[in-house]
């Protein structure tokens, strides 16, 4: 995608400051190791979600950077809504060895899980 096309798309749908230099250069070499949910910097918040929906992307779980001084490269690594458990990842943790325990609390934090069988509203008469 254009530099520029990107950056406007920034500005004029979200209200973007890419004329300030350090959100720009967010906005211009944005990573995610971990997913996030918005594109941040000045106060402004950018959901990915809308992002993904207007530029027609996979998933919100992509990072940005330079291609050339007029160029960006969207660099993609999922395929989804960004919520809940991802199917494939969840599956290759299995295979690594994590338990049903770890994966969930992986995907999902600060969550409980507990045998339903113990709680007397489930119990069977």
């Not at 720009?24 to 996030?36: C, Y």
């Not at 999902?108 to 339903?116: C, E, G, T």
Request: proline share 3%; net charge positive.
């Amino acid at each position: 995608m254009l530099t520029e096309d990107w950056l406007t798309y920034l500005r004029l749908k979200h209200g973007y400051p890419t004329t300030d230099p350090f959100a720009r250069d967010i906005a211009l070499n944005f990573k995610q190791d971990e997913r996030k949910t918005h594109l941040e910097a000045s106060n402004i918040k950018v959901p990915l979600k809308f992002v993904r929906q207007d530029l027609q992307l996979k998933s919100t779980f992509f990072s940005i950077k330079p291609l050339n001084n007029d160029s960006v490269l969207f660099v993609g690594r999922g395929y989804g809504h960004g919520l809940g458990m991802c199917q494939e990842g969840a599956m290759r943790m299995s295979k690594q060895g994590y338990s049903y325990e770890q994966i969930l609390h992986f995907y999902y934090k600060n969550i409980q899980i507990i045998d339903m069988k113990k709680l007397s509203f489930f119990k069977d008469e």
